[in-house]
């Protein structure tokens, strides 16, 4: 079974730099797995909040995740730096997903690639609601 190729380096509009840790390295010597997971958490989170389309404290809509998923196809282990390539792959009405990539850092191809998709609710009802306006002009900025 062959697979499709991962996205290279341009196929990405921002990159988010991340240090690997000491307790990020399983026991085979390279980094477990749930970690890419909350790196792509650690960079969807951090562009949002710095473009102002995330206050954690008091925003409406928030965004909660419905989806995620990743592919490997390097290691990567402590100590490295990643950088971890960030665009919109989809907008609809109420949800966003992103694509996401890690490379390891000055390298053009990834080590893996995910996708992250967050549907957007209202605070308080917790049901969906539509993307406002200026989210969308700043969301497609990097699509």
Not at 9 to 24: E, G, K, L
Not at 71 to 100: D, M, N, W
Request: contains cysteine.
């Amino acid at each position: 079974m062959s697979r499709e190729p991962l996205r290279p380096r341009d196929a990405y509009r921002h990159f988010t730099p991340i240090s690997t840790r000491w307790h990020d390295n399983d026991v085979y010597g390279h980094v477990n797995n749930v970690v890419y997971y909350s790196w792509f958490d650690t960079a969807v989170n951090s562009w949002l909040i710095e473009v102002g389309l995330l206050d954690i404290e008091n925003g409406n809509p928030i965004g909660l995740v419905v989806e995620t998923g990743c592919r490997y196809a390097a290691s990567v282990e402590f100590p490295q730096k990643v950088e971890v390539g960030l665009k919109v792959a989809r907008l609809g009405s109420s949800s966003v997903t992103y694509h996401l990539g890690i490379f390891v850092e000055g390298a053009e191809e990834p080590a893996a690639e995910g996708h992250f998709t967050h549907v957007y609710v209202d605070r308080d009802s917790r049901r969906p609601t539509p993307l406002p306006e200026a989210w969308r002009a700043v969301l497609e900025g990097i699509g």
